[in-house]
């Protein structure tokens, strides 16, 4: 054991410096939450009833359209509107035409290079609404004005009302695939610690002081540790945002605090897909880094075996209309997308206590499998420069194990 965590404290120093490893760790929340912060910005105005910038407008319906005098701006004549758009008093120009309630079709005139910042329709559909209902009562034009407000209610199987699953999936989705960017990382890193070694014939220095399957684990462990590292940090960058500019944010998109809807209970399912993912993979890739010549063989042979753990994106409107069918349930199973695809599931819906345990069940001993045929294809290619063996060779290699 002592020489185990002598290499899992080697691979764990030397790769927690590395450049890639803390542009990821430190880099990527915030580069998160910089996008976050932008598309809930946008997402605010574009949903915005009001005009955002000063919109010229000019009424040829006669409806008697009428501006505010600050963000609405009332011109008499298009050539007005237009002199008011090209030099820049207004960003853009709404024009009524005199058969818009027979077809109800408006012009928007914008500067040359601006086709983009077109109206906001909501805003539009509210200035127009304002107009059109002028000497109706006021309650019926506070509903007409006001848009509606939709409360949906979601049913179990005995037609009791349960809580939105909808902020909860997207959560789970989220923190899926954080887990799955943890795990490839770190496996990663395994990988090219392995083929970087064998490359330098630094591994020979090492396996004539310390067994090959012993150095495997040192390397996994040093690596897992790697991986909690990671997330560790992640957590207390999450808690941070979260305690001082969730509030706002989550106000500002009509979202609810991630940590009000995952539970402790949750919180364990997802970290034992975690472990059983990450062994998985690790081992796997350990064994790549084993049997490739070079970082780039490597690289080639590892996009082959992570990509099934992404195949739930591929089916994740699958995954949001039928949670619990065929295609989730097999995904579910499959132990290669089985991490991702139950935490999807979990925040979709219930999903049954049996089905969850015999996914954990298929997980783990798939990893048994996959760490006890790695460690031996280790031990055995190990030492092999300028060949990788076949898949005749390997499969010798188990038979004699």
Do not use: H
């Amino acid at each position: 054991m002592a020489d185990i965590f002598k290499v899992a404290k080697r691979d764990y120093l030397e790769n927690v410096k590395r450049k890639s490893f803390l542009y990821v760790v430190f880099g990527l929340p915030l580069l998160m939450g910089v996008i976050f912060a932008i598309q809930a910005s946008f997402g605010s105005q574009m949903t915005s009833l009001q005009f955002t910038t000063p919109v010229g407008f000019v009424d040829e319906s006669g409806l008697g359209f009428q501006g505010n005098g600050n963000m609405t701006i009332e011109y008499a004549t298009v050539d007005d509107a237009k002199a008011a758009l090209l030099s820049q008093k207004v960003g853009s120009v709404l024009v009524v035409g005199p058969d818009y309630l027979a077809n109800g079709t408006l012009t928007v005139l914008v500067r040359e290079g601006d086709l983009t910042r077109t109206l906001n329709d909501n805003a539009m559909q509210s200035f127009l609404i304002s107009g059109l209902v002028k000497g109706l009562p006021p309650q019926v034009q506070a509903r007409i004005e006001s848009p509606p407000s939709v409360r949906t209610v979601e049913l179990d199987a005995s037609g009791k009302p349960v809580k939105s699953n909808f902020m909860q999936s997207l959560v789970a989705t989220g923190i899926g695939l954080l887990l799955l960017l943890t795990i490839f990382m770190s496996s990663s890193f395994l990988m090219q610690s392995v083929v970087e070694e064998k490359e330098s014939r630094v591994m020979e220095v090492l396996l004539s002081s310390i067994s090959a399957k012993d150095l495997m684990a040192g390397k996994i462990i040093g690596n897992g540790a790697l991986s909690l590292t990671q997330l560790i940090v992640w957590l207390i960058l999450s808690s941070v945002a979260i305690a001082y500019f969730g509030g706002p944010i989550m106000a500002l998109v009509g979202a609810i605090n991630p940590l009000e809807i995952i539970s402790p209970g949750l919180l364990a399912v997802y970290l034992l897909y975690f472990i059983g993912g990450f062994l998985l993979y690790s081992s796997l890739l350990a064994c790549i880094g084993s049997i490739s010549t070079s970082m780039r063989e490597s690289s080639q042979i590892s996009a082959i075996v992570v990509l099934p753990a992404a195949a739930p994106l591929w089916f994740i409107t699958v995954f949001m209309v039928e949670p619990n069918g065929q295609i989730a349930q097999i995904l579910s199973m499959f132990p290669f997308s089985a991490p991702l695809s139950m935490i999807m599931r979990m925040g979709m819906t219930s999903v049954p206590m049996a089905e969850i345990a015999a996914s954990l069940l298929l997980l783990f001993a798939t990893v048994a499998v996959s760490v006890w045929v790695s460690a031996k294809l280790f031990r055995a290619t190990i030492l092999m420069y300028g060949q990788r063996p076949g898949i005749t060779r390997m499969i010798s290699i188990l038979r004699e194990a």
